[in-house]
C-alpha cells in the first residue's frame, strides 16, 4: 500500500513539474536547427518562423545551419539534446529518406518526436524550352526514342527531386540520366541554358514558364493546385503507367523525444497560433510552398506513410546520398 502511494506520489509530482516546465519555457535563447545550408528554402523557411516565435516568447530564435552527412549532422545534433524545448530541428525529405538509405544512422530517429508540420508543395516537372515535347506523353515517347540520352537535374543525390525524377522513371519504363547540383539554384540555372532536359522543383520555379524559359507539365499532387490551376496532376494525365504518381516535398518540426509531453503540446500550439498569422501565411506562400497545419498525431502518420511510400522506390532503383 505504502509503495502504491509513494509511485502515485512521484507520478503526480512528476506530472506537476512538467507542467510548471510547460508554464515556464522558454527561460533562454532557442536554437532552430536547420541541417542545410543557409540561403536553401529549408533555412527560408526557418527565418520566416523564427522571429515570431521570437516575439511570442519573449526570447531570441536562433537559426543554426549545421549542414554536412546528407542532413544527419545537424539531426544527430538535436537527437541528442535536451528534452528541455531549447533546441529544435526544422527539417526536409532527408529525415525519411536518410531512415531508408543509410543501414545505420548517427542517432536513433525515435529521439526525435515529430512537433509541428509547417509546409508542404508538390513537386512539379519543368523541362528546357527547346525540348521538342509539350505533353508527359510526349515527353515519354521521346525519353523512350532516345534512351539513356534524357537527362534529369536535381539539388544532389538522394534529395527529394532526384527521388521524384526516379520515381518517374521507374513507373514510365524510361532510362535517364541524373544530373546532381550541389543545390536548386545550380541545377535551375543549367536547366533555362538547356544544359540539361528536366527538373523536378517547387511551384516557385514557375515563375520562369511564365516569361516562355522553360514549359511545365504537371505536378506530383492528385488534387489540383490552385496556386497553378493550368498545371495537370501527373497521375490524371491519362497515363495508366503513372496513374499512382505522387510526388512532393514537406517541411517540418521536430523536438527530442525526451522532452515533457506538456511541453511538447505547449510548443506544439505556440507554432501553430504562429502559423495562423496572416503575415506568416503569406510569408510561407511566398517561398512556394503551402501552410499545412497537422496534429502532431497526424503528421506522425504522415511520415510513417512517407516511409512506406518511397522504401520501394529507393531501394529499387538503388539511390544512395553523397
Do not use: C
Not at 3 to 10: K, M, T
Not at 195 to 215: E, I, N, R
Not at 238 to 255: N, R, S, V
Request: hydrophobic share 45%.
Amino acid at each position: 500500500m505504502q509503495r502504491r502511494l509513494l509511485l502515485a506520489g512521484l507520478a503526480a509530482a512528476t506530472v506537476f513539474a512538467s507542467a510548471a516546465q510547460a508554464q515556464t519555457f522558454p527561460n533562454r535563447p532557442v536554437t532552430l536547427v536547420v541541417p542545410y545550408a543557409a540561403g536553401g528554402l529549408t533555412d527560408v523557411v526557418a527565418r520566416v518562423l523564427a522571429p515570431r516565435l521570437a516575439e511570442r516568447w519573449g526570447q531570441s530564435v536562433v537559426v543554426e545551419n549545421r549542414a554536412g552527412g546528407g542532413t544527419t549532422i545537424g539531426t544527430a545534433h538535436v537527437a541528442r539534446a535536451a528534452g528541455d524545448g531549447h533546441t529544435l530541428l526544422l527539417t526536409a525529405f532527408g529525415y525519411i529518406g536518410n531512415q531508408i538509405m543509410l543501414p545505420s544512422l548517427p542517432y536513433d530517429p525515435k529521439a526525435l518526436a515529430p512537433l509541428a508540420m509547417v509546409s508542404d508543395s508538390p513537386s512539379v516537372l519543368y523541362v528546357r524550352a527547346s525540348l521538342p515535347v509539350n505533353s508527359l506523353a510526349e515527353l515519354i515517347a521521346y525519353g523512350r526514342a532516345n534512351p539513356g540520352k534524357l537527362t534529369f537535374a536535381s539539388s544532389g543525390n538522394a534529395s527529394s527531386p532526384h527521388i521524384a525524377a526516379e520515381q518517374f522513371a521507374d513507373m514510365a519504363g524510361l532510362q535517364i540520366v541524373h544530373i546532381p547540383y550541389k543545390g536548386n539554384g545550380p541545377a535551375i540555372n543549367d536547366l533555362l541554358g538547356g544544359q540539361v532536359d528536366a527538373l523536378f522543383d517547387s511551384p516557385a520555379t514557375m515563375a520562369h514558364v511564365a516569361t516562355g524559359k522553360l514549359k511545365v507539365l504537371g505536378h506530383g499532387y492528385s488534387a489540383p493546385n490552385p496556386r497553378m490551376p493550368q498545371v495537370p496532376p501527373i497521375s490524371k494525365a491519362g497515363i495508366p503507367a503513372l496513374a499512382q504518381f505522387e510526388a512532393g516535398g514537406w517541411f517540418g518540426l521536430f523536438i527530442p523525444s525526451a522532452t515533457p509531453e506538456a511541453l511538447q503540446q505547449r510548443i506544439h500550439q505556440d507554432i501553430r497560433a504562429v502559423m495562423d498569422m496572416r503575415e506568416v501565411t503569406e510569408a510561407i506562400s511566398r517561398t512556394g510552398t503551402d501552410p499545412r497545419p497537422m496534429s502532431r498525431a497526424e503528421m506522425g502518420a504522415y511520415l510513417q506513410s512517407e516511409l512506406v511510400r518511397w522504401g520501394p522506390v529507393i531501394r529499387s532503383r538503388n539511390i544512395k546520398p553523397d
